[in-house]
């Protein structure tokens, strides 16, 4: 009787790597150490755990912790390639970056994640930048401080301020424009519905507009170079309302008519101030030749 | 009393009444309640004086004496009712109301009777028939009977009312019972007596008589005598009238909601407004909050019939009224068409609220304006949610906050997250409080009337004695035309003013016209903030 000589697998470290990469497709959300056993039991720990590593260092395994335990998902191909030739602060660093998205990060903050000195953070962040990884936007809220976010994401609206600002400035003649334009398109609208001398019910209703109605006329007037949100024109509409040329009623509307947000509808009509401007401001100064 | 009132007070006082009349009253403010000895040793100055000056001050008003802290036994005790000095800025408003209401003659009336503090019916009617008479063309006369017409239209409408009876220790001619003098705190408030718009009959017929400039000094004793002794066979003695100050008062209360209805609605509007004020006149009490419930069919046929509004129009007109952000009309129920109502307090708080935003844009601007009624919709908010709502770049926003804040018209509130109230570690809200700013802001009225009257007194001291010299001419020329001179004679008196003083004249004249205007409109804003503060502090 010959031997059967069972042929023991291959316990090669590459073919060990090779299975777990392939285990890893299969489950894109991740596998955990159970699943590697389940799949290969006659490997050892120890082989399994250099594997593992093998992997991690060589940068072709994300390595995760969830509830249960660790988890270890295939990294992307592309992304794995960019950070090769980094060592491993660059790494960590760039990845707390990533997972600030796209509210960017400051570097204070990065320190605390990594533990870091300050010094090679700011090496690292040297260095990051200039392989166009990463790049610095200035906050709109604080001018000297600087957020750090992956290159290609676009800011978030709190750190550039939105529409309103450009390159960090606030855009106040942009902004009065736009309130001269809305203010005069309501009062058009009230002087017309006056003139229309019809009964008051009608008078009233006919000087009332919808934000919408003013959204669609601020962005057929072409003035902005800015896409404009409902949202916005209703903040500029707000700043008529504190100018006191503008009052606002809220109607119940039905879902799904144009313009409607939650069931609600944000009505404007431009008003007339209530008193003349009050004596104590026509006393004359005495020092002015004006008025003598 | 503040220093800004008293000192507003003295130059009143010293307008209108004299040097000794303005220390004695500015004296008394200062000091609350004296007696007349107190008083006299105080001021140093010579007991009757005190008391004349005490005499003229009563006769407008203004003092009033009852028993002193050491009971009725003890000496009378007089103090100052600020009020009715601060009311002698607002007579030229009073005289013109009277005018644009009644005409010629109430106007005439109300003159005189805010000249002389108090007046019978009587006199009364016979100087102002007299005046009438005296601008009236030859040969016309005003007969008593339009005047005493004139006089009861007032009464009617309660802009004049009787003055309340001394309660004396001798009996009265009106039977008042021997009550022991009121306690100084506790005035007896005219409305408390039960006649107080009660005419009484008198008997008095004829017609004004003109004066003849030749009998001019020997016809005035002749006529005070005979006032003298007329009075006694009118049958009115001792029934003394004054002006309602409270009543016209609403008057001008009910005209500025009609003007900022009309203003921030229209025409029709404003006169279902004013319809509805007209019929709550007399039935309202003072303090109310809320004119008195009225229906839509008595609001319909009380309109006045010039207006021609359709019954259907009319209820949309309440409605918009109802509907609207400032609140001026309310609806309380449905019986007779629906039952509204003028929220008088609420109107008061909204002009008074306009008036404040009015100060700021024009001092300040309006950028300035509107963080200002931001933070008075918005209450408490902070820096930050200040520049976001505002949409006012962040510097000019610090700044302009700090500037309101400087004049405490912005108030800060702290609010800590710690015990230790850390800087970094508290919240700093910006707020604006309606009342105490409106107070704030009333002070700064009475400095400003203040100095507009000195200001004028000082151009007029300035100028003493070109006004001297002009006035000289003015009465040679008169007495020149009287005795009909020449022309010739005449332009060589004109020729001694010169051309550069003449224009001198013209614009000291235009100047103290300016000041007196303003101080005109400066008291419309005072009228504004008292009301309103008054009526939030609650009724006596």
């Known amino acids: ?292 | 009393m503040t220093a800004q009132e008293v000192r507003l007070c003295g130059l009143l006082l010293q307008e209108h009444f004299g040097d000794v009349v303005e220390k004695v009253g500015t004296h008394l403010i200062c000091s609350g309640v004296l007696t007349l000895r107190a008083l006299a040793h105080e001021t140093k100055l010579p007991l009757d004086l005190v008391k004349k000056s005490l005499c003229v001050l009563m006769q407008h008003g203004m003092c009033a004496f009852g028993a002193g802290r050491r009971g009725p036994a003890g000496p009378v005790e007089y103090h100052i009712i600020c009020e009715h000095i601060l009311h002698m800025l607002r007579y030229p408003r009073y005289i013109y109301t009277a005018k644009s209401l009644y005409g010629d003659t109430g106007e005439l009336i109300v003159e005189e009777i805010l000249q002389s503090g108090q007046m019978t019916m009587s006199s009364t009617v016979k100087t102002v028939a007299d005046r009438l008479t005296h601008n009236m063309p030859e040969g016309q006369s005003m007969d008593y009977s339009e005047v005493v017409s004139a006089f009861s239209r007032l009464v009617e409408t309660h802009f004049l009312q009787r003055c309340p009876p001394m309660a004396s220790a001798g009996s009265s001619s009106s039977g008042a019972v021997n009550t022991p003098l009121p306690a100084v705190t506790q005035p007896t408030k005219p409305e408390d007596h039960p006649e107080c718009y009660r005419l009484p009959y008198i008997n008095l017929t004829g017609q004004g008589k003109r004066r003849r400039s030749s009998e001019d000094g020997e016809a005035e004793q002749r006529a005070a005598k005979k006032a003298k002794t007329d009075n006694s066979e009118r049958g009115d003695e001792g029934i003394y009238w004054q002006v309602n100050f409270q009543r016209f008062h609403l008057h001008f209360r009910d005209q500025a909601i009609i003007s900022a209805v009309s203003c921030k609605l229209d025409q029709a509007s404003s006169e279902i407004v004013r319809t509805m004020l007209r019929m709550s006149e007399v039935t309202t009490p003072a303090h109310a909050a809320f004119t008195q419930a009225l229906s839509a069919n008595e609001i319909f046929r009380a309109f006045p019939s010039s207006y021609n509004i359709a019954r259907p129009i009319l209820d949309q007109y309440l409605t918009l009224l109802v509907d609207d952000p400032m609140e001026f009309v309310g609806r309380t129920g449905d019986s007779g068409g629906g039952m509204y109502v003028v929220n008088l307090h609420r109107a008061l708080a909204n002009l008074a609220r306009a008036t404040l935003e009015s100060v700021v844009q024009e001092r300040f601007g309006s950028r300035s304006a509107r963080i200002f009624r931001l933070l008075l919709r918005k209450r408490h908010l902070e820096q930050k949610q200040v520049e976001d709502f505002a949409m006012v770049p962040a510097k000019e926003a610090k700044y302009m906050l700090y500037t309101l804040l400087s004049e405490n018209l912005v108030q800060l509130q702290e609010i800590p997250k710690t015990p230790d109230y850390a800087p970094s570690r508290t919240f700093y809200l910006y707020t604006v409080n309606q009342l105490p700013t409106a107070r704030l802001l009333l002070q700064h009225c009475y400095k400003t009337v203040g100095n507009l009257i000195e200001r004028r007194l000082y151009e007029t001291k300035e100028n003493k004695r070109l006004l001297e010299k002009s006035q000289r001419i003015e009465a040679i020329l008169a007495s020149l035309q009287a005795t009909g001179a020449e022309a010739a004679q005449l332009t060589e008196v004109e020729e001694m003013i010169t051309a550069p003083e003449r224009q001198q004249l013209e614009t000291l004249r235009h100047h103290i016209n300016k000041l007196d205007s303003s101080e005109n409109q400066v008291d419309e804003t005072i009228f504004l903030l008292e009301s309103y503060i008054n009526s939030t502090q609650a009724p006596p």
């Open chain 1, 1 to 292: 009787m010959t031997e059967v000589k069972v042929k023991k697998e291959s316990t090669d470290p590459v073919d060990i790597e090779n299975r777990i990469k392939e285990l890893c497709l299969q489950f894109p959300h991740g596998i955990t150490d159970q699943v590697i056993q389940n799949d290969m039991p006659h490997v050892e720990v120890q082989q399994r755990a250099m594997a593992i590593n093998r992997l991690l260092s060589v940068g072709q395994l994300d390595l995760l912790k969830n509830s249960n335990g660790l988890l270890y998902r295939l990294k992307d191909a592309q992304s794995a390639s960019k950070v090769k030739g980094s060592d491993n602060q660059e790494k960590l660093v760039y990845q707390i970056i990533e997972d600030a998205g796209n509210k960017g990060i400051w570097t204070r903050d990065i320190r605390y994640k990594s533990n870091l000195p300050l010094t090679e953070i700011n090496k690292i962040l040297k260095n990051l930048e200039s392989k166009k990884l990463i790049k610095a936007v200035k906050s709109v809220a604080a001018s000297k401080k600087k957020v750090y976010m992956l290159y290609n994401l676009q800011p978030d609206r709190s750190v550039t301020g939105g529409a309103w600002y450009s390159d960090q400035d606030f855009e106040s003649e942009f902004v009065e424009v736009l309130n001269q334009q809305c203010f005069k398109f309501l009062q058009s609208k009230a002087e017309a519905a006056r003139d229309s001398k019809q009964s008051p019910m009608v008078q009233r209703n006919s000087s009332l507009a919808t934000s919408h109605e003013v959204w669609k006329y601020i962005c057929e007037l072409g003035i902005s170079k800015v896409d404009l949100s409902m949202e916005d024109i209703e903040t500029i509409l707000n700043t008529l309302i504190f100018d006191g040329k503008v009052e606002m009623t809220i109607i119940a509307a039905k879902e799904g008519t144009v313009g409607s947000v939650d069931g609600q509808m944000k009505l404007y009509r431009g008003v007339n101030p209530i008193i003349q401007p009050t004596g104590l401001v026509k006393t004359p100064c005495g020092l002015c030749p004006v008025t003598f």
